[in-house]
């Protein structure tokens, strides 16, 4: 859909402040156009059905994989990162998206469940319809890779799909909805662009549900609008990982895992590595192997530098500011510090001996630095691992006992001996607790997410006892007394709690 451009913006490459180009600010009245439009979009997308849905989306892939460079150029562009990142991100997507368009039906065509015995005479049936209008708000981070987590699995449940891109990668977004349309020949991805006042107008625009990723903060305001109109969300948000060392683990995968995880994508990572907690016993060794790997990388516009610059100009004061705490309050930069925040880029920064309340520690940083701290056991390691609003993802580095520590920390996602490999696990639901969001993308989760649950009960027979009317009788209580008290009377024991060790 068109509009006068009223208004518009600059999507600008961060390297330089140069114009990538330039797009429309979409107004309110656009957006809900776009919605009412991709409504009808909606009927031809649902009525295809699981195969012929599969069948346009493998097409969609496969000009995506095709142009896959293309893509990755808008990314690189536009977020700075380096383009090898804007690849693999982008091979994820499609991943994903492959996994979307392959795993629906399976997940979401109707099947029979068991009817129970109180229900003996009924067929119970289960099936999952489509919403109608999913809005997919995105950040600008990867930009690909993240609104597809949505966008592919709301699609293949059946839906159709608004997309408004951060203001930072429209592009991004645009290139989406208009290769979408070009391999399936009907815009049922859409893409609106615009400022923060875009994504509040989706909100409210009459869509049937909102997948947004992006900061806690604007989150909460998402959750407010969609409020007013009950319509249901998904919140992907911020988060403040942790990393655990064990005395057992391999330190040199472990410090170079910890180094990716921290310093890839210039920190802007939502499951980024932002705190490590290290057992005493290896404390020394790991800190000397994770300063050594920080020392190997250098933020600058060199075409093989390894991580480009802060996307978002108003992160820059924050991570400074982060930096500067930890520092204040007895903190020590074994690397960067103090000096390692410039006007575009900022330094690895690996910092030790930061007070666990200090902001370095407490807040989401979005930036190449990371705190280190020694730790008396690995159960210390999961309480302060634990002490945080958020609960997004986390990392164990550990022979023995990887999958108990894991599991023990409140977070949606772990990786043990491996750095972010579950976002790589189509299989595996992506999201957080706490201020770290609620809902799941990724998986058969992801898709039922995009979907509503119909539940059939069709009689098969008369029942033995037909309790539901008016007819019912005394004697017909008493033998369902008797009966129920056969099934679920039976006096039970509580176990004893475990002891935690
Ligand atoms: P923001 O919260 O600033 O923005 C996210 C999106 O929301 C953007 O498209 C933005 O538009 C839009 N937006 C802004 N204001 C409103 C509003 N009032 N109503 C509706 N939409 C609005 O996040 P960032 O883009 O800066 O992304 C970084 C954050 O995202 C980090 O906190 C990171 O941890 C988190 N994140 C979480 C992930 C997860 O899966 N849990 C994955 C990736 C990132 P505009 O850009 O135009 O302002």
């Not at 656009?30 to 599969?54: C, I, N």
């Not at 549900?209 to 969609?226: D, E, L, Q, W, Y």
């Not at 030790?352 to 705190?371: H, I, N, Q, R």
């Amino acid at each position: 859909m068109t509009e006068p451009r009223t208004q518009t913006f600059d999507s600008l490459d961060p390297r330089t402040g140069d114009v990538v180009d330039t797009y429309p600010i979409h107004s309110p009245e656009h957006v809900r156009a776009v919605v009412a439009s991709a409504r009808e979009q909606s009927d031809w997308w649902r009525d295809l059905g699981f195969d012929g849905r599969k069948q346009a989306l493998t097409t969609w892939k496969g000009v995506i994989t095709r142009r896959i460079n293309q893509l990755a150029q808008i990314v690189h562009d536009e977020t700075g990162k380096p383009h090898g990142d804007a690849l693999l991100e982008a091979s994820l997507g499609i991943d994903h998206l492959a996994y979307a368009a392959a795993h629906a039906k399976k997940v979401l065509g109707p099947r029979r469940v068991g009817a129970g015995l109180l229900m003996v005479n009924q067929a119970a049936t289960l099936r999952y319809h489509p919403l109608g209008v999913v809005g997919v708000i995105g950040p600008w981070n990867y930009p690909v890779f993240t609104p597809m987590g949505s966008i592919a699995y709301a699609l293949a449940a059946g839906n159709a799909v608004v997309f408004k891109p951060s203001e930072y990668t429209p592009g991004v977004g645009v290139w989406l909805a208009r290769t979408f349309e070009e391999a399936v020949g009907r815009p049922v991805l859409q893409t609106v662009t615009g400022l923060g006042e875009t994504g509040a107008a989706l909100c409210t625009s009459g869509a049937d549900k909102i997948a947004f990723t992006g900061s806690t903060n604007t989150g909460k305001k998402v959750m407010a609008a969609c409020a007013q109109t009950l319509t249901p969300v998904v919140i992907e948000a911020g988060g403040k990982d942790a990393f655990l060392v064990d005395h057992d683990a391999d330190l040199d995968a472990a410090a170079d895992a910890a180094a990716w995880g921290a310093f890839a994508n210039a920190g802007q990572t939502c499951v980024g590595v932002e705190r490590v907690y290290v057992h005493k016993d290896v404390y020394q060794p790991f800190v000397d192997k994770l300063t050594a790997k920080a020392r190997e990388i250098t933020a600058n516009d060199a075409d093989d530098s390894k991580i480009g610059p802060i996307t978002m100009p108003g992160q820059l004061p924050i991570i400074a500011s982060h930096i500067e705490d930890a520092l204040a309050r007895g903190g020590r930069a074994l690397v960067g510090g103090s000096g390692a925040v410039g006007e575009r880029w900022v330094q690895p920064t690996v910092l030790v001996d930061v007070p666990e309340d200090s902001l370095a520690v407490t807040e989401e940083t979005f930036g190449p630095t990371v705190t280190v701290a020694r730790v008396e056991s690995m159960d210390e390691a999961v309480d302060l691992a634990n002490a945080t609003r958020f609960g997004l993802a986390a990392t164990v580095f550990s022979k023995a006992r990887g999958m108990e520590l894991a599991d023990r920390i409140r977070s949606g996602m772990a990786a043990v001996n491996g750095i972010i490999t579950f976002a790589g696990v189509p299989n595996l639901p992506f999201g957080g607790v706490g201020e770290s969001g609620f809902g799941r993308i990724h998986g058969e989760d992801g898709l039922r997410e995009f979907s509503y649950a119909k539940s059939i009960a069709r009689k098969r027979f008369d029942p033995p006892l037909n309790l539901t009317s008016f007819g019912r009788t005394a004697a017909q209580e008493g033998m369902f007394t008797q009966l129920m008290t056969l099934l679920h009377g039976r006096a039970g024991t509580i176990p004893k709690a475990k002891r935690r060790r």
